[in-house]
């Protein structure tokens, strides 16, 4: 079995010196990709959460060190209430799932700013 991500996200900076630390989000599917022609794919929801470091060498180059946890969701339901009591109003929101085979991953790579 091959497992392939496609997922949309997002990255926040902290500071504004040479060493910055950061935190970022995704979210997306996961592709379970079987070998076994028996065996149907398939795809469910999965986010990935992560974090690291950019450390600039100078104003234009820099490295960056990250890591990830990618988890791979069955999506069993969701719902939203809201009530009214003795207390005042009320209200939540649930959401149920399964992790399925959490995996992560490490990188490093090369920073080129190519302006200001």
């Not at 926040?12 to 950061?22: Q, Y």
């Not at 999965?46 to 690291?52: E, F, Q």
């Not at 946890?69 to 069955?74: I, K, R, T």
């Amino acid at each position: 079995m091959a497992i392939q991500y496609f997922q949309l996200g997002g990255l926040k900076e902290a500071g504004h010196g040479a060493l910055r630390p950061f935190g970022l989000f995704s979210g997306g599917v996961a592709w379970f990709q079987m070998k076994d022609n028996n065996v149907n794919d398939e795809m469910v929801f999965s986010m990935a959460l992560g974090g690291g470091l950019k450390v600039y060498l100078s104003d234009r180059i820099g490295l960056r060190l990250q890591g990830r946890l990618l988890m791979p969701l069955y999506v069993h339901g969701g719902g939203f209430f809201v009530g009214m009591g003795p207390g005042g109003p009320t209200g939540g929101v649930s959401f149920g799932s399964t992790l399925l085979t959490p995996q992560g991953d490490f990188t490093g790579a090369l920073i080129f700013r190519l302006g200001h």
